[in-house]
């Protein structure tokens, strides 16, 4: 199952963009990357999934290189309420896919 | 409507005791989780069912047991709880395929084992 590495927190300011890269050095060929916000006292929540290039939807984006061990969720930006843990996860969607959160990035928006 | 629903969302008991959380959702999915995040935050799975059949058993003590009467339902079952084991235990679901990794969270049971 690919690890994921994430930086243990970042800071920002409102209106900013936020970058977090997440690394996946042993990405399988079948894998796809997953995104995941969390508040505190809530269950994470999906924000965005991609397999290669550029996926956007209507709060973030992602990028994925070509060889797709790394992957960078985008946050345009950035409001007080974006203050959260983002968690990263790979996995391939079959059945026994043990989809495991690594620590995630903790983003404090900063007024 | 809510999509995952977890019961209770708080959970104050003694060590030794028995307690149990159920979870439900009405997305329609076929499978179902457990995960475990203790006070460090780190998400753990403990368990997965896709149609009533257990997928996935992590190292989890035989005291944590799992029911899963129908697709829509998962229980987590715990005997002679334990000070380690005070968590937020969070129930999700997903319907296997491309959209296996988008998991739905219900917002989870803090249990607090004193």
């Known amino acids: 199952l690919a690890k994921t590495t994430q930086p243990i927190s970042m800071d920002s300011y409102e209106g900013q963009e936020v970058n977090i890269t997440c690394s996946h050095n042993?990405?399988?060929?079948?894998?796809?990357i997953t995104w995941y916000q969390q508040f505190p006292s809530q269950g994470p929540r999906f924000i965005i999934q991609g397999y290669k290039t550029k996926v956007t939807n209507e709060v973030a984006s992602l990028f994925i290189p070509a060889d797709r061990k790394s992957s960078t969720l985008s946050l345009p930006r950035v409001s007080l309420s974006d203050t959260a843990v983002y968690y990263c996860l790979v996995g391939d969607g079959a059945a026994g896919n043990k989809l495991t959160f690594g620590g995630g990035t903790r983003v404090l928006v900063k007024p | 409507d809510t999509a995952v629903s977890q019961t209770p969302k708080y959970l104050v008991t003694q060590m030794g005791n028995d307690k149990s959380i159920k979870c439900e959702q009405n997305l329609g999915h076929d499978t179902m989780y457990w995960y475990k995040q203790d006070s460090k935050k780190f998400l753990k799975i403990m368990f997965s069912?896709?149609?009533?059949?257990?997928?996935i058993n992590e190292t989890v003590p035989n005291r944590f047991s799992p029911k899963s009467p129908d697709k829509a339902h998962l229980n987590l079952h715990i005997n002679s709880l334990e000070l380690g084991d005070s968590a937020v235990y969070f129930c999700?679901?997903?319907?296997?395929?491309?959209?296996?990794?988008?998991?739905?969270f219900g917002a989870g049971s803090r249990l607090t084992v004193l």
């Open positions: 069912y896709n149609n009533k059949e257990l997928i």
């Open positions: 999700a679901s997903s319907q296997l395929g491309s959209g296996a990794n988008v998991l739905t």
């Open positions: 042993n990405i399988a060929t079948n894998d796809y």
